[in-house]
């Protein structure tokens, strides 16, 4: 964790005053479906054009023991507050893809598919991706001005034979969503949130 914290502060120190856009930062407030209640805050971090993306933070309020729900980046953005999940549209999917899993050893997925995340016996999803795939920087692979779904069921990957398995992993209603937003800087809070809580 601490290793983690030093590397990007030396990364953020050396990076100032060169002309290099990264490290590049975002963040999203999830809300639930339509609603004022916000369940929590996700960080992005890349730290160069190569590396990978990381997302970290903790969802709350889900339900017990639900185990897992499908994860994904959606292509439109959504409000701020009271945010329409149903306005995002389909899976960030700019390169036609069929849906799959995060790691995908065929690369078939679509940018937007991050799997399914974990929800604990208190209906917490504590959260930590990396991947390649997705950017923070401009490109085609951009998720900025997006946003981040998380869905009421299990994402099948693909797998499952439903009838909609291979365009959204039949991961179910949309239970709750944010806009990704692109930020200047990390603010000390946003470190110790993302890093060591
Ligand atoms: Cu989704
Ligand atoms: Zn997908």
Redesign the pocket.
């Known amino acids: 964790m601490l290793s983690i914290l030093f590397i990007l502060l030396v990364v953020s120190i050396s990076s100032y005053g060169y002309s290099s856009p990264y490290p590049l930062y975002a963040c999203a407030s999830v809300h639930l479906d339509s609603s004022s209640t916000k369940i929590g805050t996700l960080y992005f971090i890349q730290i160069s054009a190569k590396s990978p993306v990381i997302i970290r933070g903790i969802l709350t309020g889900l339900v017990p023991n639900q185990t897992y729900h499908g994860f994904?980046v959606h292509e439109s953005r959504v409000d701020d507050n009271k945010p329409n999940c149903t306005a995002a549209g389909a899976?960030f999917?700019p390169f036609n893809r069929t849906?799959g899993a995060l790691v995908s050893p065929k690369k078939q997925?679509?940018v937007?598919?991050l799997g399914n995340v974990y929800a604990d016996h208190d209906g917490n999803a504590r959260i930590l991706i990396e991947d390649k795939i997705i950017q923070l920087g401009k490109g085609s692979r951009s998720i900025i001005d997006r946003t981040i779904i998380i869905h009421k069921d299990i994402d099948d990957l693909g797998m499952g034979g439903h009838s909609d398995s291979s365009t959204?992993?039949h991961a179910g209603a949309r239970l709750g969503c944010g806009r990704i937003r692109m930020r200047p800087w990390m603010t000390l809070r946003d470190v110790l949130e993302t890093f060591l809580s």
């Open positions: 994904h899976h999917n849906h997925r679509h937007g598919d959204t992993g």
